[in-house]
């Protein structure tokens, strides 16, 4: 039990320290992030109402597209030198391979989300009507729920032609519910009106049942490449 | 087998025809909607072959995960197009219906946008069995119907509660049917039964033929005969 | 009655459709059997 934690977090700090050293992947990714939010802040007039009624809506949409960004190069490291095929032979459990990266890419996103949030609440003039320590729960849970399976479908898509275009394929349609749940807890703990918990719940459900699906499947995908 | 394909075909399109009698001649005129609402017949047993497809896709996937059976993994990709097929015809016959009666084309009711989003899931798996080149396809193909057939429940559950918040109205309205009414939808129901199939049978036919002509090719290509 | 149009439209989808894909089934068999038929002779 204790090779696999210890491998998981020697792959995560791997990738962190890799990444913090170019900062290339990252930069682009925070730029990329701040031009959605601009690009919406132009496409929906700020002032207007609706807009603000949009807002929880707004901002997950442009965290699932600053997400896609980021789960697409998730694997792109391991291909260019092998360390995939490393993993298949040895006998380190591919779960632990995967949480690494769905964790490395958890703080990754959380990152962008960090940046865009607070220019979304400034562009918008938003204020949290209801009980703000609610969008914490929901952010980590929806935020989960897109990485989970993002890096899940990400590894489904290396064979594939259009590696990077099949990743938001598969990855939009099974997200529906997840990301209807996060815009519903987003607009209504903004409103203030109503209660977010069925949607908390549901977020919670969402992720219990695809990290299990994810945890038990990735090693026939991993060997499937 | 081969034979009895004619006869079953024969028997399916003789089933459809006298349903189709029934829907349009036989069946009650509706009292709101008068002649329109006999899209009915046609709208709702094409969705309930369509889940029946998917399940069916569900069954054939774990099958192959678990036997790595290939005859698993070809009945997997029919009834996936199949049904498909007949979730594009729920999704096409809904807003043709509720246009004249409802005056819109699209309501996010519950059971056309839990249509929406299973027809989204399974497009995706077709798009994802066409674009992977590997020989693993049908094991990376099985596994995404697994993540499809787990996110069902939780669209529904999603849209439910949505709907309780925001109601629309409802195509196909709820409440009881009417007897005969009921009647001519069962008999609907299985002649499209019969008829997903036939079509069934025959892409199932055509994939075989598929997978032999490209071992055939491949074995020639390893020979190195000139094509 | 116009609307009984639109009760046409769709039961013409509907076989619209089927024909359409039970055609390209037909189409993609008959070119598999040459197919095969080609191959055969090349042994």
Request: hydrophobic residues 55%; proline residues 4%.
């Amino acid at each position: 039990m204790s090779s696999i934690s210890s491998i998981t977090w020697a792959t995560l700090t791997k990738d962190i320290r890799l990444e913090w050293r170019s900062k290339d992947a990252l930069n682009s990714m925070l730029f990329f992030s701040l031009l959605v939010v601009v690009i919406f802040s132009f496409s929906f007039d700020p002032n207007a109402e609706e807009s603000r009624e949009i807002a929880g809506g707004l901002i997950w949409v442009a965290f699932l597209f600053a997400a896609v960004v980021a789960l697409n190069q998730t694997w792109a490291r391991e291909l260019r030198n092998q360390v995939l095929d490393a993993y298949r032979v040895s006998p380190a459990p591919a779960t632990a391979l995967f949480v690494a990266k769905a964790l490395g890419n958890f703080i990754l996103v959380s990152v962008l989300e960090a940046l865009m949030a607070p220019l979304f609440m400034i562009f918008y003039n938003l204020r949290v009507l209801g009980p703000a320590w609610q969008l914490i729960p929901v952010a980590i849970l929806g935020t989960w729920a897109l990485v989970v399976n993002g890096t899940f479908f990400a590894a489904m898509s290396l064979r594939t032609r259009s590696r990077e275009i099949m990743l938001p394929l598969l990855l939009f349609p099974i997200s529906i519910p997840a990301v209807q749940s996060m815009v519903e807890a987003t607009r209504i703990i903004l409103s203030g009106d109503g209660a977010a918990r069925f949607w908390i719940v549901l977020l919670l459900t969402y992720d219990v049942v695809f990290t299990t699906a994810c945890l038990a499947l990735f090693e026939t995908v991993l060997q499937a490449e | 087998m081969k034979r009895s394909f004619p006869i079953f075909a024969v028997i399916t399109a003789i089933l459809l025809a006298y349903a189709f009698y029934e829907a349009i001649w036989v069946a009650p005129m509706e009292r709101t909607m008068g002649d329109v609402q006999r899209i009915f017949y046609y709208h709702v047993p094409s969705a309930w072959t369509a889940f029946l497809l998917f399940f069916v896709n569900l069954v054939a996937s774990v099958i192959y995960l678990v036997r790595r059976n290939p005859r698993a993994d070809a009945v997997a990709l029919v009834s996936a197009e199949v049904g498909v097929v007949f979730c594009t015809i729920v999704l096409v016959t809904g807003p043709i219906w509720a246009r004249p009666v409802w005056g819109i084309w699209w309501t996010w009711d519950i059971r056309l946008t839990t249509t929406l989003v299973l027809w989204l899931i399974y497009v995706s798996y077709l798009v994802l069995r066409r674009f992977s080149d590997s020989s693993q396809t049908p094991k990376l193909a099985a596994v995404l119907a697994i993540f499809g057939a787990l996110d069902v429940p939780l669209v529904y559950f999603s849209i439910w509660f949505f709907r309780t918040q925001h109601p629309q109205p409802v195509i196909g309205g709820g409440g009881s049917i009417d007897q005969r009414m009921l009647h001519v939808l069962l008999i609907n129901w299985l002649a499209f039964s019969c008829l997903a199939l036939a079509i069934c049978w025959a892409r199932y036919r055509l994939e075989l033929l598929q997978r032999e002509v490209e071992e055939v090719e491949s074995l020639e290509s390893l020979r190195g005969v000139p094509q | 009655m116009n609307s009984t149009g639109f009760l046409y439209a769709a039961y013409i989808a509907t076989w619209l459709i089927h024909g359409l894909y039970l055609a390209s089934i037909v189409r993609r068999y008959s070119r598999l059997r040459q197919r095969m038929k080609e191959l055969g002779k090349g042994e």
